[in-house]
């Protein structure tokens, strides 16, 4: 049926496709059991081929039609109720008590200006916020669910909210299905519905008919958006969409949850409890003081309350905000995705990275580089095969002199097997790709490569040997079998039927017959080569030189029973021979490596390759060290079996030892971290299988591979690295260490520009002066000055030596004990120079308001310098400059542009009891307010003498 004539039909079926949820076409149903449906039928019914997918015009008309694949979502907050929600603060409360009480007591411009203070707070926190949503739901787009859908005959990786009722769906293990789909095509297919049904264990699929009253549970031919799948692949027509799929009639499923608060952010709502306490404590203290003193009752409330207020960091949660969505957008930057914001907070505290090896250390570009087959004096024979990358360029060799399947037929058979015992695609050159191509698994990919090279016509050779069944590479057994009925009979064994199996050479050699692994008989079995020995010797060999090492065999004239698996194929195997494949360690991982050495975190390589394979990588990326290297490394390897053997409290005692965990079963990834976690670690742990996914979920920060990874396990993690790289992942570390430190600065600024103004004004009270300040200047410096500056500092880019310094221990206080002692040193400078000038102003007969006026400028100026000296603990001020953080240069300027209105603007002058300053004045203020970055700089000098 023609493409127009396929999309008349579904125009005409209308909206009866989606699964009869929705609204049906006049003469359709009032729904469509899809499940009751043949392949054929419902394919029809959609007006689509199954062997060339819908078109692009077809796909366009439905997407028009039935809408985005997509439940429906809470529309972002508008601006008016962000607006709103800045009310909901205590401060606020308290805020505008005193502006009641401002306007009961006469002092109507007070009032105003509080009103003003607190309207332009709430225009701020409006934009920081809604800004960092916008980030957030950016950042949220980049990880939605891909799928692999066949369009106009070529597959192709969809946005799962593209596909539409009609569309071929490609899935294999560890894919999240993203549409509601009858089955077309299925082996050993197994989906996991606990998400939508309730069955705890996967259901096995199936392509037949069931009868039209079959539960939805017990719809084996039918895969439902929202469910993944756990073993097995297959082809599945897309039949509904959105909210017409069962997970969008449920309406409970259409709610976006709502993160819980991460444990910084409980951490900083306890601390901010404690000080509005203390703010309560200091504004009794305040009150009885000034009473004690005799001071009007009035303007002692107003300072009262405005000191309060300045006690409480209320800036302090937004910067938190801004804090996390600037450092998930400079992740994004690098390649890591954040899932879940508390990853970027424990990012900070790693102190352990498991890493994969193939792609995430290595290039994952792999390449065949030595053929081994049994047999000859020596117990078998190694071959070269010379090129690189994707090309088939090259060709096998032995003692440097080419040599062709018709001179070796044992190697025409081993590339005979690993052509038809393969999924991949070698894919040529062509408008959309500028060089050869692997569509599918790149070890997979390699091999089609190597037959090419020898002049194997892969095409000719796969339709002249049609697949009958076949076992999907199985993670536990790390064993892949196809069946053939074969119609070349060109080889002996060739002609009828039989499997090809291909895996890790433990695993294949433990299918070998009886006369193989002895060596006792026979072609391809390797006549005295003393069998499965031999091969083990030669695999090791390979392993030892960095190659990852597959075995091949045959049982002759075999059937597959899918059904029951791999085990009856045990005993009846052939060996065919053994591929080497090099994966060369990407060249920023070595760096990347000895950056976790320096920044106190240690890198251990979890892979399925033979251990001697990983710990050849290991050593030449510094993970482990090299045999007679001296020092404290890590420097010995051990593989799943091993593992298996051991008690826990050998685990325990090993642990420190180990660099290398091999040929590792994804559920052994789970107890290695929850052993490193039981001696303190915290554990970042990279994987991409569906298998994968408990490890990803149990570890501090699961990271997934946005390029090889399953659905599955991006679901489980908190991070996804859209490069599969170690080094992003390293980077991610350096940004949440970037993004702690941030929060830190904040709080010391925050601190340190409130406690001075404490001091200043208790040493006034007790030394029987005039209030220094007056509540409006004080709301003005905390509000105002501090709101232009608090936000930019979250902003600061990183200062180069965050993996310098060990992991940020997890129970680390949000004011430690350094804090405590910089708080205290720039408080004390600051308010010693502001009560001293107030002080001599006074005993100069300088008008209250005029000394009030130069007060309140010298503290709002010894803020400027304070943040400038919050950039860092160590490093000097005058080297590290404001133009590194262009929004805190920003917000400096801002911060002065409002101060100099509020001198020199008359109406700001009625309302804020200012009076404008002369120059004369303003340069010993300036001079004075640098003090404390004099002081700062004097502490800093000395503690990095110390260190």
Not at 498 to 509: H, I, N, Q, T, Y
Not at 716 to 744: C, H, P
């Amino acid at each position: 049926m023609p493409p127009v004539a396929k999309v008349n039909q579904v125009a005409q079926v209308g909206r009866g496709v989606q699964d009869g949820h929705g609204a049906q076409a006049a003469h359709e149903p009032p729904a469509v059991a899809w499940h009751a449906l043949a392949p054929d039928e419902a394919a029809v019914r959609l007006g689509v081929d199954p062997a060339l997918g819908l078109d692009a015009a077809a796909v366009a008309q439905r997407r028009a039609e039935h809408g985005p694949n997509a439940l429906p979502e809470p529309p972002p907050r508008p601006l008016w109720r962000l607006f709103a929600g800045q009310f909901k603060s205590p401060l606020i409360a308290i805020l505008f008590v005193a502006a009641v009480l401002a306007v009961v007591l006469g002092h109507l411009g007070d009032a105003a200006v509080i009103l003003a203070v607190v309207i332009v707070n709430a225009v701020v926190g409006s934009f920081q916020e809604g800004r960092a949503e916008r980030s957030m739901a950016a950042l949220r787009r980049l990880s939605e669910l891909q799928v692999r859908v066949l369009r106009g005959g070529a597959e192709q990786a969809v946005p799962a909210r593209e596909l539409v009722p009609g569309d071929m769906m490609l899935l294999a293990a560890g894919d999240a299905v993203g549409a509601d789909a009858r089955l077309l095509e299925a082996a050993q297919l197994q989906a996991a519905e606990a998400a939508l049904t309730g069955e705890s264990v996967p259901v096995a699929k199936a392509v037949p008919a069931l009868p039209e009253a079959t539960g939805l549970a017990d719809r084996r031919c039918m895969v439902y958006a929202g469910t993944h799948l756990s073993g097995g692949r297959a082809r599945a027509l897309v039949v509904a969409t959105g909210t017409h799929t069962e997970v969008g009639r449920i309406a409970a499923l259409t709610e976006r949850a709502v993160e819980p608060p991460t444990p910084l952010e409980r951490r900083l709502a306890t601390f901010g409890r404690a000080l509005v306490v203390a703010a309560i404590v200091l504004f009794v203290l305040v009150l009885a003081l000034g009473f004690a003193r005799g001071l009007p009752l009035a303007d002692l409330l107003m300072v009262a309350i405005s000191q309060m207020v300045s006690m409480v960091p209320e800036g302090l949660p937004v910067a938190m905000t801004i804090a996390l969505a600037v450092g998930m957008q400079r992740m994004a930057a690098r390649g890591a995705i954040i899932r879940r914001l508390s990853a970027v907070e424990t990012l900070g505290s790693t102190t352990v990275i498991c890493s994969d090896k193939t792609g995430t250390l290595t290039k994952n570009e792999m390449t065949a580089v030595a053929l081994w087959l049994p047999g000859g004096e020596k117990g078998g024979r190694e071959f070269e095969v010379s090129g690189v990358g994707y090309a088939p360029a090259g060709a096998v060799q032995h003692g440097g002199a080419a040599v062709t399947m018709a001179a070796e037929p044992a190697i025409a058979a081993l590339l005979q097997a690993v052509v038809l015992c393969n999924d991949a695609e070698l894919q040529a050159p062509g408008q959309d790709r500028n060089a050869w191509s692997v569509l599918g698994d790149p070890t997979e990919g390699a091999l089609l490569v190597l037959a090419a090279k020898a002049g194997v016509d892969v095409a000719a050779l796969r339709s002249g040997a049609p697949r009958t069944a076949e076992l999907p590479f199985d993670a536990d057994a790390k064993l892949m079998a196809t069946g053939h009925e074969m119609r070349l009979g060109q080889e002996k064994g060739a002609a009828g039927r039989c499997v090809f199996v291909k895996g890790a050479p433990e695993s294949v050699l433990r299918l070998l017959s009886s006369a193989a692994r002895t060596g006792e008989g026979g072609e391809g079995g390797g006549e005295g080569d003393g069998g499965s020995e031999a091969a083990r010797a030669a695999a090791e060999a390979m392993a030892l030189r960095a190659l990852r090492v597959l075995a091949v065999a045959v049982v002759d004239d075999g059937v597959l029973d899918a059904a029951a698996g791999f085990p009856p194929l045990a005993g009846r195997a052939r060996l065919l021979g053994l591929v080497g494949e090099i994966d060369p360690p990407r060249d920023e991982a070595r760096a990347a490596v000895a950056e976790c050495r320096r920044a106190g975190i240690r890198p251990l390589m979890v892979t399925g390759d033979h251990k001697l394979t990983g710990l050849a990588i290991a050593r030449e990326l510094g993970i482990a060290r090299r045999e007679g290297q001296p020092g404290d490394g890590h420097d010995s390897a051990i593989d799943g079996s091993e593992l298996e053997r051991m008690s826990e409290p050998e685990l325990m005692a090993a642990l420190p030892h180990i660099a290398v965990f091999a040929r590792v079963q994804p559920a052994q990834k789970l107890r290695i971290v929850q052993a490193l976690q039981a001696r303190g670690e915290v554990v970042a742990m990279t994987g991409d299988g569906v298998n994968d996914a408990p490890a990803l979920a149990r570890a501090d920060v699961g990271v997934a591979m946005g390029i090889t990874g399953t659905e599955v396990a991006k679901s489980a993690s908190r991070i996804v690295l859209t490069d599969d790289n170690f080094a992003t992942l390293v980077a991610a570390v350096e940004q949440g260490r970037v993004v702690y430190g941030n929060l830190k600065k904040v709080i010391l600024y925050l601190f340190a520009t409130s406690v001075d103004e404490v001091i200043v004004l208790l040493l006034a009270l007790l030394a029987g002066y005039p209030l220094p300040l007056a509540a409006v200047q004080i709301l003005w410096i905390n509000i105002v000055t501090e709101g232009t500056l608090t936000v930019n500092l979250v902003m600061d880019p990183a200062s180069g030596r965050e993996m310098q310094r060990p992991p940020v221990p997890r129970d680390d206080p949000l004011f430690s004990r350094p804090m405590l002692v910089r708080t205290a040193l720039m408080a004390l400078t600051s308010a010693a120079v502001a009560f001293g000038w107030f002080a001599w102003r006074l005993r100069e007969g300088v008008p209250i308001e005029t000394v009030r006026t130069e007060v309140f400028t010298l503290v709002a100026v010894t803020q400027w310098f304070n943040v400038i000296n919050c950039q860092s603990s160590t490093a000097s001020a005058l080297r590290l400059g404001l133009l590194r953080n262009r929004w805190l240069l920003g917000g400096v300027l801002l911060s002065i542009a409002l101060q100099a209105l509020v001198l020199y603007a008359p109406p700001l002058n009625a309302m804020f009891h200012t009076v404008p300053l002369a120059p004369a004045v303003l340069l010993p203020i300036v001079a004075l307010a640098s003090s404390v970055l004099w002081v700062e700089e004097l502490r800093k000098a000395l503690a990095r003498r110390v260190k």
